[in-house]
């Protein structure tokens, strides 16, 4: 996880120089965000496109830095071909459950690159889960617990609606992440099963909690 690949650097690059431009230019910015009111007007593009825009530099360096730690993980395993797809299809999908969840919130309003980046980590986890991480970058902890658990995190962060937070974003782009490392690694139902089944758990509580109107 130490070393640069030119797949993540090219991902890396392509947010600083999206992100820099939009932060000196109001304009470029309000036109490519997400936006419920634009995207029904016909600017789907948006959903695409907010991936790679930034509020400011602190959440830029943020979702770069754990793009850079964990994309490595996919490449070793799954090539860089297989990260770059992972790494769209989770923002898509990322940004897809946030436009369902505020479809009728004109206003709503979105940028950033954490669903894609909650994807490529979710999908780290799911192919090595017995990789630690550092809970407040001190306290060790299983991966896949903390997976399992800021997911859950996540669903009480989108009933409540209390912060400024993309938790749908998160949701759909870690469940893009899992979905997609599964058709590109199905080698994982038999070496991580459990691993399977328990990175499940969030995603059929929150189907739940949606079917039965609780979110």
Do not use: C
């Not at 947010?15 to 490519?32: A, C, H, I, M, P």
């Not at 669903?115 to 090595?128: D, K």
């Amino acid at each position: 996880m130490g070393e640069l690949s030119l797949a993540t650097l090219v991902v890396i690059a392509v947010n600083v120089l999206v992100s820099f431009k939009g932060f000196s230019d109001q304009s470029f910015f309000n036109k490519y965000k997400f936006n419920i009111a634009n995207i029904k007007s016909g600017s789907k593009f948006q959903i695409l496109t907010s991936g790679f825009l930034h509020v400011d530099t602190g959440h830029l360096f943020v979702n770069m830095l754990t793009l850079y730690f964990f994309a490595n993980v996919l490449i070793y395993n799954l090539g860089s071909f297989a990260f770059i797809i992972i790494y769209l299809g989770s923002l898509l999908l990322g940004n897809l459950l946030s436009f369902y969840f505020h479809k009728d919130e004109s206003s709503y309003a979105a940028v950033g690159a954490s669903g894609a980046v909650m994807g490529v980590l979710y999908s780290a986890i799911l192919l090595q889960p017995d990789m630690m991480l550092g809970l407040f970058f001190i306290i060790p902890i299983p991966a896949y617990v903390f997976g399992i658990g800021y997911l859950l995190y996540t669903i009480y962060g989108m009933k409540r609606r209390s912060d400024n937070i993309g938790h749908d974003a998160h949701f759909g782009g870690a469940t893009g992440g899992y979905l997609l490392t599964m058709l590109f690694a199905p080698w994982v139902f038999e070496s991580h099963l459990l691993m399977v089944l328990l990175l499940a758990i969030p995603i059929v509580v929150l189907f739940f909690l949606q079917r039965t109107g609780n979110i």
